[in-house]
């Protein structure tokens, strides 16, 4: 009996030492504009996400969770380097941020480390699927920042024109690699084929270690869906578009139950930046926060956030420390083995500790919230840091909100403390000895931060040249006189949409 017992016990620990001894696989399910309210799981009351709520209920859920910055690629950027985007140039062009374009000339800097070339030198493989937005020009694509493949869209789903956008410059291009393979793209079939295609990746690649980078283009405007999620969400196109996405979701976790490695593949599901709340109901929630997109605002910039890694994340707890979108890179690169590159400053934390004792201490003293790159000149200081949040209190320097951009600068500044008001109504009172010992606090911390900063060439600053837009033949209107320049799929033009478009001038919106 106490041999077998024995026996038993060893083979138990050397199990589970096998299992935390071998490096796991990684998986990015990266939403866009999916603000914190957006999730059923986060409360909604008419959003359904069942795959994604299941994520949450088998592994950590994250209630402080902070994305880089308020859009799109100066977020990505930081995911994908584990720094703030201020240190790589790619915090927009001026000092209230931006995005990179269509035709932009600069791109993720070649000097900068993703974490799929720091995981290739670990043996893993490395495939991106979905919105990169990172630059469209070849030198500036997935393939050229280690991933071994692409299958996706370059940037936003809304800034090409397609039979969901009918008004945009230059007909939208799908990628494979950096070839065009699709313009217009179809976007009624899009995320089934992202779906596909990371499926595809996971089954081809189950013998080996890999990491996998998903960046939905939903929800995003337009809010394309396939047929089957035309209509069937009571929340209207933006439900219908979080229902479609939410759907691949579990069809790429049923890949890697069917390729047997799920129980060795560490899931994160996050957003790049809060709801677009300029389109109204085409946009999301950020729920109990105040404001979204475009703002720093805590609606801005709090994400859901969600881990999950069966027989090693305990199922269904509840995190309140405060963790960042950027922590990505340096918790995969420690559980791969791989150092951190040590001729830089990397911003982001190992959150790893979290996944084995829940009532771990963040490992952020302080968050720095950015609006854009600072643009100081004789006549007046524009900075780009216009809130930090150190412990539980976050001081705005300067706010806007998406209804009225005018930048408005606050001495002192507006001080909340965000775990009794993280709706960011009650500021406190500047006469306090509470208001002054956090904004000691506060201020030695943004002292230090802006002393480890280096100057570095601003890419979203060096602009724009139409000779750079994606096009799969410039002369397709030889063939195709009544369609866009560019175009080399015609049938996508009159490709089946989910009501009818309706153009306005700036803004697109499908009723």
């Known amino acids: 009996m106490g041999s077998a017992v024995l026996a038993v016990s060893l083979s138990v620990i050397l199990y589970l030492a096998g299992t935390h001894a071998a490096t796991p696989n990684f998986l990015i399910l990266f939403a866009d504009d999916m603000g914190y309210g957006d999730l059923s799981v986060n409360g909604h009351p008419t959003v359904r996400t069942p795959n994604i709520d299941s994520l949450a209920h088998g592994g950590i859920r994250f209630t402080q969770w902070y994305s880089a910055?308020?859009?799109?690629?100066?977020?990505?950027a930081a995911m994908l380097t584990g720094r703030l985007p201020i240190r790589s140039g790619t915090a927009g062009a001026g000092w209230t941020g931006g995005v990179f374009r269509q035709d932009s000339v600069g791109g993720l800097p070649h000097n900068e480390t993703t974490f799929a070339e720091a995981l290739k030198t670990a043996g893993y493989a490395t495939g991106m699927v979905g919105k990169w937005h990172l630059g469209q020009r070849t030198e500036f694509l997935p393939t050229n920042n280690g991933f071994d493949e692409y299958f996706g869209l370059p940037y936003s789903d809304d800034m090409g024109s397609s039979a969901w956008v009918p008004d945009g410059d230059i007909p939208l291009p799908l990628l494979?690699?950096?070839?065009?393979?699709?313009?217009?793209?179809?976007?009624?079939?899009l995320t089934q084929r992202y779906a596909d295609y990371a499926s595809d990746f996971?089954?081809?690649?189950?013998?080996?270690k890999f990491v996998l980078y998903m960046a939905f283009s939903h929800v995003h405007t337009p809010n394309f869906v396939s047929k089957e999620f035309c209509n069937t969400s009571v929340r209207g196109k933006f439900g219908d578009a979080a229902a479609e996405m939410d759907h691949a979701v579990g069809l790429i976790m049923a890949a890697l139950d069917a390729a047997g490695v799920r129980n060795n593949t560490l899931t994160f599901f996050t957003s790049d930046n809060g709801p677009w709340l300029i389109q109204r109901l085409q946009g999301?929630?950020?729920g109990p926060f105040y404001e979204g997109k475009t703002t720093t605002w805590e609606g801005g910039v709090r994400e859901p956030g969600i881990a999950n890694w069966p027989g090693t994340i305990t199922p269904g707890i509840i995190a309140q420390q405060v963790v960042a979108t950027y922590d990505i890179f340096p918790t995969m690169l420690k559980l791969a083995g791989v150092a951190l590159p040590s001729d830089r400053?990397?911003?982001?934390?190992?959150m790893s500790p979290l996944f084995s004792d829940p009532t771990a201490a963040s490992q952020h003293d302080c968050i720095y919230i950015y609006k854009g790159t600072p643009q100081n000149t004789s006549n007046q200081m524009k900075p780009g840091l216009w809130a930090i949040r150190c412990g539980a209190y976050k001081a705005h320097f300067v706010t806007s909100n998406h209804i009225n951009t005018t930048a408005v600068f606050h001495d002192p500044p507006l001080l909340y403390h965000l775990e009794r008001d993280a709706t960011e109504v009650y500021a406190l009172k500047a006469t306090t000895d509470e208001f002054t010992a956090a904004m000691a606090t506060i201020m030695a911390a943004k002292t230090k931060h802006e002393a480890s900063l280096t100057p570095v060439p601003n890419q979203m600053a060096?602009?724009?040249?139409?000779?750079?837009?994606l096009c799969c033949n410039a002369d397709s209107r030889k063939k195709y006189p009544q369609y866009q320049v560019c175009t080399c799929n015609p049938e996508n033009w009159s490709a089946w949409t989910c009501g009818r478009p309706v153009v306005h001038s700036h803004i697109q919106t499908v009723v």
Do not use: M, W
């Open 176 to 189: 494979h690699n950096t070839t065009i393979i699709e313009q217009p793209t179809n976007l009624g079939t």
């Open 284 to 286: 999301g929630s950020a």
């Open 69 to 76: 910055f308020h859009v799109c690629s100066p977020s990505r």
């Open 345 to 350: 400053v990397i911003d982001g934390r190992d």
């Open 462 to 469: 060096l602009g724009q040249d139409v000779k750079y837009r």
């Open 202 to 208: 996971i089954n081809r690649k189950k013998e080996e």
